[in-house]
């Protein structure tokens, strides 16, 4: 190489690692911003920053050198662990408990009620949601981004999770450590998905089921039934002009009576032949 030059095996990690270098994130300006409303009994370490209209709740501990954006709305019982970055407007509901060097960006709610109906003769009946939600070390967490908490047990993220902006997560469900999930995931109630596993945005994932540790799966995949076997998951059909996708879509509702009528014409045709065979005989 004609210049001088930083030779790397993982060229975009080493990246990652001199852009941090170089820009490293603020530290904390300690100390509590005279129109925050704080609890008489929350708890926030004198290294801390709390931002401008922020709200803390009763029975609330914020840890050493954290940050907390402005307007951010924290509930009662919430514990966040040191070197925790909340962006303006996070709102942390009741019970929540999030780890060390997490980030949380714009917007994000955690904790909210999810999603919870039984149907009576009368109408819908509301089921309380009486769980948490515990979030890991060094999770980061979109803008956007739900997670509502548990119905009776807790959702649970592991340490390492890294979920982008507007990504919905039901009540109960479990994220295995350092998995990554891309905008737009939706993900229903009580599945858990294992470790190190990336899901492409836009993906639907129904609920009550299990995905495994390792598990890749690309863009706008339906997911449907659990996956036990590590590997890459595909389950999307392309764009295509508005009359060809009515057509190919109309002619995948008869695919299994088409798959029907040719098991049956291979079943004529082998009974053809062995008639033949015997007539030659």
Not at 122 to 130: A, R
Request: proline fraction near 2%.
């Amino acid at each position: 190489c004609s210049v001088t030059a930083l030779i790397a095996t993982q060229p975009y990690v080493t990246y990652a690692r001199i852009a941090a270098l170089l820009h490293p994130p603020a530290s904390p300006t300690a100390g509590i911003h005279a129109s925050a409303i704080v609890a008489a009994t929350a708890s926030i370490d004198n290294t801390s920053e709390i931002g401008a209209q922020v709200v803390i709740g009763a029975n609330t501990h914020i840890g050493e050198n954290v940050i907390v954006g402005a307007g951010c709305v924290i509930g009662n019982d919430i514990r966040i662990a040191a070197n925790t970055r909340l962006m303006p407007n996070v709102t942390l509901l009741e019970g929540t408990v999030i780890g060390a060097r997490c980030i949380i960006n714009s917007g994000a709610v955690i904790g909210s009620e999810g999603f919870g109906f039984a149907p009576s003769n009368e109408g819908w009946v509301k089921v309380p949601q009486i769980g948490r939600v515990i979030i890991g070390n060094d999770v980061e967490i979109g803008a956007n981004t739900t997670i509502d908490r548990g119905a009776i047990g807790d959702t649970v993220i592991g340490n390492g999770v890294k979920l982008d902006n507007q990504i919905q997560i039901a009540h109960n469900v479990q994220i295995g450590d350092h998995t990554a999930i891309a905008a737009c995931t939706g993900i229903s109630g009580s599945t858990t998905i294992g470790k190190h596993c990336m899901i492409a945005g836009q993906v639907g994932i129904t609920g009550h089921l299990s995905i495994c540790d390792n598990v890749v799966i690309t863009g706008k995949t339906m997911v449907s039934s659990s996956i036990r076997t590590a590997g890459v998951y595909s389950g999307s059909l392309h764009a295509d002009e508005a009359r060809i996708f009515r057509r190919n879509a109309a002619r995948f509702s008869q695919l299994d009576e088409l798959a029907k009528q040719v098991k049956r014409l291979g079943k004529d045709e082998l009974d053809n032949d062995s008639l033949t065979e015997q007539e030659d005989t």
